[in-house]
């Protein structure tokens, strides 16, 4: 029953629906990464590099054998570096897309957080602790100068 009750708090909270949400656009987003790596920018390194398909590239450390029917005896075997290459790639791209994000969403938080600035809704917490603090500035104030008469 406790845990019952522990995941019906969890679930209203909205903890719930916040991971769902994230996990979706993340999902969404990993799309969006993935195309603008393969299809947007490892084509102009490619055409660059003479063609060179990064996909492609690797290091053989022993070449497949095959005898004089066609059979194949033993498989190659090699590192993948270009593969590698495309996920470093990604993950670069990834890395510097989420800075940008975050980076752009702290400036709307500051700006949403700032009572003076009159171009966003400032939530009404941050609201109400701003009139507190100049409330309690006032007070200070008052004192003092009750104390210094």
């Known amino acids: 029953m406790k845990l019952l009750k522990e995941f019906k708090e969890f679930a209203v909270k909205g903890n719930m629906m916040d991971m769902a949400i994230g996990i979706i656009i993340g999902a969404a987003f990993n799309k969006v990464i993935d195309v603008l790596a393969k299809q947007v920018l490892l084509p102009p390194l490619s055409l660059l590099s003479d063609g060179l398909s990064f996909q492609d590239k690797k290091f053989i450390l022993r070449d497949a054998v095959i005898d004089t029917s066609g059979d194949l005896i033993s498989s190659e075997v090699s590192i993948a570096y270009g593969a590698l290459l495309e ?22 938080r500051g700006k949403a957080q700032d009572v003076k600035d009159e171009t966003v809704v400032t939530p009404k917490d941050i609201e109400l602790l701003s009139d507190l603090k100049s409330l309690m500035e006032e007070q200070n104030q008052l004192l003092r100068s009750k104390v210094s008469n």
């Open 87 to 108: 996920v470093f790639l990604d993950f670069i791209i990834i890395g510097f897309t989420v800075f940008i994000v975050v980076k752009a969403m702290n400036r709307l």
